[in-house]
C-alpha cells in the first residue's frame, strides 16, 4: 500500500523533470529580473530628474511612449529596419550553422581543429576583442577592403550578378547574403554546437536501418535527420532571435542606452526599452507559434 502512494507514472516523472529544469530560469527571473522590469515600467510612465539624494519621478502617463513612436526621429524606423535585418539574417545564420554542423560531423582528419575554428568567432565577438574591433584603425581597415573594384565588393559582385539575368529580387538577396558573410560566420557558432549535439543524438541504428531498406542519403535527410532536429532547429532559431535583437553590435540598443543621457531623459529610454520588449515577444511568440507546428517530439 505504502508503495503504490509513492509510485509515479512516467509521464508524471517527465512533467516534473522538465519544472525542475526551468526552475534555476525562475529563480534567477524572479531574483534578477522582475524586480527590474517593474522599476522600468515605473520609470517609462514618469520623468526622472537626479536629485543629490537619489532622484525624483514625476508622472507623465503615455507621454513617453508617445515620444518615441510618433516624435524620436528615428526610433521608429530604427525598429522597422532591425525588423527587417532579422528576417534576413536568421535564415542565413541558421542554414549555414545547419549544414556546417552536418560537415563537421563527419568523420574527418582535423575535424576537431575544424571545429575549434567554426567556434572560434564567438570568443572574438565577445569582450576586449569586440571593443577593439570598433576602433578606428580596424574600421578604416574595413572600410578600405570594401572600396569598388575588388571582387567581393557589392559594386563588383552586383555588376557580376546582372550579367546572369537573375530576378532582381533574388540578386539583390545573394549580394544582401554576401556582405553579412562576417556576421553570419560571428553569429553561427552556438548554433553549430547545438545542431552537432543533435546530430550526435541520432542512433546510427535508426541510419542503419533506413540504408536496408534502400533510402538514399537525400531521403535519409528529409526523413530522420530534419525531423528528429526539428526541437533544436526551433531551439536555435528562439536562440538566434533573441541574439540578433540584444547583440552588442546592435545599433539600436545603442541608441536607447544613448537616449538616457540625453535631453530626451530616462523615461523616454525606458519607453523604448519597454517598446523594444514587447517586440521582441511578439517576434518570438509568432515564430514560435509557426515554427512549431513542423517540430516532431519523439514520444
Known amino acids: ?65 508617445s515620444y518615441a513612436l510618433n516624435v524620436h526621429p528615428s526610433f521608429p524606423m530604427d525598429l522597422a529596419a532591425e525588423i527587417g535585418n532579422l528576417a534576413v539574417n536568421v535564415p542565413l545564420i541558421l542554414a549555414f550553422s545547419f549544414f556546417t554542423a552536418i560537415i563537421l560531423n563527419q568523420k574527418f582528419f582535423g575535424r576537431l581543429l575544424a571545429r575549434v575554428i567554426f567556434f572560434l568567432p564567438v570568443i572574438l565577438g565577445a569582450g576586449i576583442i569586440f571593443r577593439l574591433e570598433q576602433t578606428d584603425m580596424i574600421t578604416q581597415l574595413s572600410l578600405g577592403a570594401a572600396k569598388p573594384g575588388l571582387v567581393f565588393s557589392g559594386t563588383a559582385l552586383q555588376n557580376l550578378l546582372l550579367s546572369t539575368r537573375l530576378p532582381e529580387q533574388f540578386l539583390q538577396f545573394i549580394i544582401d547574403a554576401v556582405e553579412r558573410i562576417p556576421l553570419i560566420v560571428r553569429a553561427s557558432g552556438i548554433q553549430i554546437l547545438i545542431f552537432l549535439a543533435g546530430l550526435q543524438s541520432i542512433p546510427s541504428s535508426v541510419y542503419e536501418a533506413a540504408d536496408v531498406e534502400g533510402a538514399t542519403a537525400w531521403e535519409s535527410f528529409w526523413l530522420i535527420t530534419f525531423p528528429m532536429l526539428s526541437p533544436l532547429i526551433l531551439t536555435a532559431v528562439v536562440y538566434t532571435i533573441i541574439d540578433s535583437f540584444t547583440s552588442a553590435d546592435n545599433e539600436l540598443v545603442s541608441m536607447i542606452r544613448s537616449t538616457a543621457f540625453t535631453s530626451q531623459g530616462f523615461g523616454v529610454s525606458t519607453a523604448m526599452a519597454v517598446l523594444y520588449f514587447i517586440v521582441i515577444a511578439a517576434v518570438l511568440g509568432l515564430v514560435l507559434q509557426v515554427v512549431s507546428k513542423w517540430v516532431y517530439y519523439q514520444e
Do not use: D, H
Request: aromatic share 26%; net charge positive; glycine share 6%.
Open 1 to 65: 500500500m505504502k508503495n503504490k502512494l509513492f509510485r509515479i507514472s512516467f509521464q508524471r516523472r517527465k512533467i516534473i523533470a522538465g519544472y525542475l529544469f526551468c526552475l534555476p530560469f525562475l529563480i534567477g527571473f524572479a531574483l534578477f529580473f522582475f524586480y527590474s522590469f517593474m522599476q522600468t515600467l515605473i520609470f517609462s510612465f514618469n520623468e526622472l530628474q537626479l536629485t543629490p539624494i537619489g532622484y525624483e519621478l514625476t508622472f507623465v502617463g503615455w507621454s513617453n511612449y
